[in-house]
């Protein structure tokens, strides 16, 4: 939806920026479109190279602020 407007219009426009890109991935994965998902991964890889959605699922869970979203639930 609207979040991964705002985080592909940041990547577009701000492409070296990584922040969104960690998050998008996520949302991705969340949306079914995970074609998009493994794509940024291997980007998001060229510049950290432990990243993994995995990873970003569990800092979801242990976050306070996140820890009732989507986001942060298995799958």
Do not use: W
Not at 27 to 38: D, H, N, Q, T, V
Not at 47 to 74: C, I, N, T, V
């Amino acid at each position: 939806g609207e979040a991964l407007k705002i985080g592909e219009a940041l990547s577009r426009d701000a492409p070296h920026f990584v922040a969104p890109k960690r998050l998008m991935g996520l949302l991705y994965m969340k949306c079914g479109r995970m074609a998009e998902a493994e794509t940024l991964v291997e980007t998001l890889r060229l510049q950290e190279p432990d990243y993994s959605l995995e990873k970003m699922r569990d800092a979801f869970r242990a976050s306070p602020l996140l820890h009732k979203s989507e986001l942060g639930a298995a799958t």
